[in-house]
């Protein structure tokens, strides 16, 4: 068996994909985690359907295409229901298994993923691919949207591509919880991940393409007053999520969708929160996976000398 990608519809030809001819819960040899790499970089997003995962296993299959990611994790930690930090809890499910009452905390966290983001754009390194798994999901409402960030920038005239060039976003943990008016963090989990900056256009190191990097984390253009930069965020995040730019995704139990965090963004989409949502996410981190353990091999995690 080998990894087969073709468009997902005529709509999104170099953007998504629908991956068949593997299986998720088998070893990822080398060969194939450069196949995924390269259908990663031809399209944005990939999508598998039919491959319901244990925890283990989806840690297992992350595990292969890099280094994970803790994300906000490491700024809260509502609770953990899950068996592994690096697996976050992307569900309306509590402690007890119940759905979780509206007031409940993490409900932010899930109104929060309804905003244009990329996964972690708020620490340096970044987030890489992020692995989200469905296992149970409502009839309606709920999709997940990911928007084409390449085909973002293709589109902006020479003009407006001139103006972005050089300039520098912050970006901030804790800023589209603010926004929300969730405000409840002591100065630690304030102080816990510190803003970093990007580039308002970066070259994706996969394909060569350049592509706008925005989204919710974002809080202010550096150099510029608040309001300057807010507002051009806010116009490009307008732009870049025109629906043409747009891949919905109408989940299926099973389904595993891997996602570019470096040139794409992503929302879920309302639901009734009354209704269980339960998916899983892992996510890599932006880093080379043979540098990673290369420099493991040199520096043995707990001192094994
Ligand atoms: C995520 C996320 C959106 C959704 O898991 O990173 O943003 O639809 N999820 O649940
Ligand atoms: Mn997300």
Same mark, same amino acid.
């Given at each position: 068996m080998s990894l087969e990608v073709v468009p997902i519809d005529a709509a999104h030809p170099d953007f998504v994909g629908l991956a068949s001819g593997i299986d998720l819960t088998a070893p990822v040899s080398e060969q194939l985690a450069c196949a995924i790499d390269a259908a990663m970089n031809r399209y944005a997003v990939l999508v598998f359907r039919g491959q319901p995962l244990t925890q283990d296993q989806q840690l297992v299959f992350a595990r292969s295409l890099g280094p994970l990611d803790l994300g906000f994790k490491r700024v809260a930690r509502p609770h953990a229901r899950l068996a592994y930090q690096e697996l976050a809890d992307i569900s309306n499910v509590d402690e007890s298994g119940q759905i979780a009452d509206r007031a409940h905390r993490r409900i932010v966290g899930n109104l929060a993923n309804q905003l244009w983001h990329s996964d972690? $754009?708020? *620490? *340096?390194p970044a987030a890489r691919y992020s692995m989200l798994h469905a296992v149970v999901v409502p009839e309606s409402g709920g999709e997940t949207e990911y928007a084409d960030m390449r085909a973002a920038w293709d589109a902006l005239e020479p003009r407006e591509q001139r103006e972005l060039e050089g300039l520098e976003a912050e970006h901030y943990a804790l800023h589209s919880r603010f926004l929300l008016?969730?405000?409840?963090?002591s100065d630690e989990q304030r102080n816990a991940l510190p803003p970093v900056r990007w580039p308002l256009v970066r070259e994706h190191? =996969? $394909? =060569?393409r350049r592509h706008l990097f925005i989204g919710a984390h974002a809080t202010h253009i550096a150099d510029r007053t608040l309001a300057e930069g807010r507002v051009l965020l806010m116009d490009l995040l307008e732009h870049a999520t025109a629906r043409r730019f747009v891949y919905s995704h109408r989940w299926q139990p099973g389904d595993l969708v891997i996602w570019d965090n470096r040139c794409t963004l992503h929302r879920g989409r309302r639901h009734d929160l009354s209704v269980r949502r339960e998916l899983r996410r892992a996510t890599t981190v932006d880093i080379d996976r043979h540098a990673a353990s290369q420099a493991e091999q040199l520096e043995p995690a707990h001192g094994v000398r």
């Open positions: 972690s $754009s708020f *620490q *340096q008016g969730d405000t409840d963090y190191a =996969g $394909s =060569g």
